[in-house]
Nanobody, 120 residues
Framework: VQLQASGGGLVQSGGSLRLSCAAS????????IGWFRQVPGKQREGVAC????????YYGDSVRGRFSISRDNAKNMVYLQMNSLKPDDTAVYYC??????????????WGQGTLVTVSS
C-alpha cells in the first residue's frame, strides 16, 4: 500500500494550497480516501474524506467550508484544496485510506506526509 502526499509548502495566512495524493498497491476505488493532519505533541486530527465513487464527502469541523476534497479514480489520485488558510492549519498532512464509508475518520493505512506551514 502506497499513499504519497505532495504539494505542501509555506503560504501566508489567507492563502491557498492544493495537496495531491498518489495511491498504488491496492484497489483504489474500493476504498474511502482522506486526509488527516498532525502537529508534533498533539493528537492526530481528521481533515476530510471522500467516498469510493467521489459523490460524498465529510470534513472535520475546523476545516469545513474552507477545504475541499476530490478524487480521480481513473488516475488513482486524491486532492485536497485548502483555501483561507490559517496559522492553526500548520501541520504535517497525511493521505490515508479506510474501508468503510461513514461520516467518521476510520483510517487504517497512510503514507508519508507533506508539511504545510501557514505564516501569520
Amino acid at each position: 500500500v502506497q499513499l504519497q502526499a505532495s504539494g505542501g509548502g509555506l503560504v501566508q495566512s489567507g492563502g491557498s494550497l492544493r495537496l495531491s495524493c498518489a495511491a498504488s498497491g491496492f484497489p483504489f476505488d474500493d476504498y474511502v480516501i482522506g486526509w488527516f493532519r498532525q502537529v508534533p505533541g498533539k493528537q492526530r486530527e481528521g481533515v476530510a474524506c471522500i467516498n469510493k465513487s467521489g459523490n460524498d464527502t465529510y470534513y472535520g469541523d475546523s476545516v469545513r467550508g474552507r477545504f475541499s476534497i476530490s478524487r480521480d479514480n481513473a488516475k488513482n489520485m486524491v486532492y485536497l484544496q485548502m483555501n483561507s488558510l490559517k496559522p492553526d492549519d500548520t501541520a504535517v498532512y497525511y493521505c490515508a485510506r479506510q474501508k468503510e464509508w461513514r461520516h467518521m475518520f476510520l483510517f487504517d493505512s497512510w503514507g508519508q506526509g507533506t508539511l504545510v506551514t501557514v505564516s501569520s
